[in-house]
């Protein structure tokens, strides 16, 4: 595609469940990042990928926490026992390498948990 | 540890006025600069990067931003803005590591009235 597509464009989800979010980076980009955006602030890293493997995770909160690239190039993060404060809008960018050059961002999912 | 502040949560101005919107950064490293724009209902886009050089960058549709070592800054200005120049818009520096991953600062909301 043109862009970084991320799906779906909306959930809603209860408490405790389960979510998955997806990520299609721009075909070629080697290196793949989720932020999360919460209402008034400004993305918060959690996870990049260079080709499959997870570079650096240390912004993932917490072990319900979860991302996967098994063929470097589609992107799952995954949510376990989903609580309200995960309500948020979760982006993800590509890039062709990293360090330095742009990162093409998703227009994001925005997930609600009642 | 990075960091970002931007110290104005929301710009009004009337069109065709300049406007500043000011960006301060914390690292013990050297690091790249970015803005990135975020129009309504739409995905975060790149504005305009510091890398190295020329410590004045452009962008196509008029703003720059400079970037001052000595005071950590990296203001972005327009001599005359816009109605359409109307977004959100967000400072960010590359993490420790040269990974590319970013670290935002909070937004300022550029409110452009006729």
């Known amino acids: 595609g043109a862009g970084v597509s991320q799906t779906p464009s909306n959930k809603v989800t209860e408490k405790g469940k389960y979510v998955e979010l997806r990520c299609d980076p721009i075909?070629?980009?080697?290196?793949l990042y989720w932020y999360r955006q919460s209402l008034g602030q400004g993305p918060e890293f959690l996870i990049y990928f260079q080709g499959t493997g997870a570079a650096d995770d240390s912004g993932l909160p917490n072990d319900r926490f979860f991302a996967v690239r098994p063929e470097g190039s589609v992107s799952t993060l995954k949510i376990q026992r989903t609580e309200r404060g995960d309500s948020a809008v979760y982006l993800c960018?590509?890039?062709?390498?990293?360090?330095?050059?742009?990162?093409?961002f998703g227009q994001g999912t925005r997930l609600t948990v009642v | 540890a990075q960091s970002v502040t931007q110290l104005d949560s929301q710009v009004p101005v009337f069109e065709e006025a300049p406007v500043e919107l000011r960006c301060n950064y914390s690292s013990s490293v050297s690091v790249y600069l970015f803005w990135y724009v975020q129009y309504p209902n739409q995905g975060l886009q790149l504005l305009l990067k510091?890398?190295?050089?020329?410590?004045l960058v452009e962008s196509i549709n008029g703003f720059e931003a400079e970037f001052n070592k000595s005071q950590t800054s990296f203001h972005l200005r327009k001599p005359s803005v816009h109605i359409s120049d109307t977004a959100e818009y967000f400072c960010a520096v590359t993490g420790a590591g040269n990974t590319g991953k970013l670290i935002f600062g909070q937004g300022t909301t550029l409110q452009v009235k006729p």
């Open positions: 960018a590509s890039s062709s390498k990293s360090g330095g050059t742009e990162a093409f």
């Open positions: 510091y890398l190295s050089g020329s410590t």
């Open positions: 075909s070629g980009h080697t290196a």
